[in-house]
C-alpha cells in the first residue's frame, strides 16, 4: 500500500514523506505537549482544557505538522502561514 500511495503521488509531483507514528496520538493537539493521556480506547484527553479528542485524529494531525527531515516543511508543502495552529495560524 505505501509504494502504491508513493507510485500516485510521484504520478503528481506530490513528495511523500514517512513519519512514524509511535507516539503520535500520546501528544495534544492544541499545546503540543504531553499535558493529557488516553482516558479510553480511542480517546484522547487533555487535562489542561479538560477536552476529549479522538485519539486517531489526534495521530493524524500530529503526523501532519511533523517536519520532514528534509526540509521541505509539513505534508510535503514549503511551510507557510495557517499550517500549524501553534504560532498563530489556523
Ligand atoms: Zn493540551
Redesign the pocket.
Same mark, same amino acid.
Given at each position: 500500500m505505501l509504494r502504491r500511495i508513493y507510485e500516485v503521488a510521484e504520478e503528481y509531483g506530490i513528495t511523500v514523506v514517512y513519519v512514524n507514528e509511535a507516539y503520535t496520538s500520546s501528544k $495534544?493537539?492544541?499545546?503540543?505537549?504531553v499535558?493529557?493521556s488516553r482516558v479510553k480506547r480511542g480517546l484522547f484527553k $487533555?487535562?489542561?482544557?479538560n477536552?476529549v479528542f479522538n485519539a486517531d485524529l489526534v495521530g493524524a494531525y500530529n503526523i501532519l505538522i511533523t517536519p520532514s527531515p528534509r526540509g521541505i516543511g509539513v505534508m510535503g508543502r514549503r511551510p507557510g502561514p495557517g499550517l500549524n495552529p501553534r504560532n498563530g495560524g489556523m
Open positions: $495534544c493537539p492544541i499545546h503540543g505537549e499535558c493529557g $487533555c487535562t489542561r482544557l477536552k
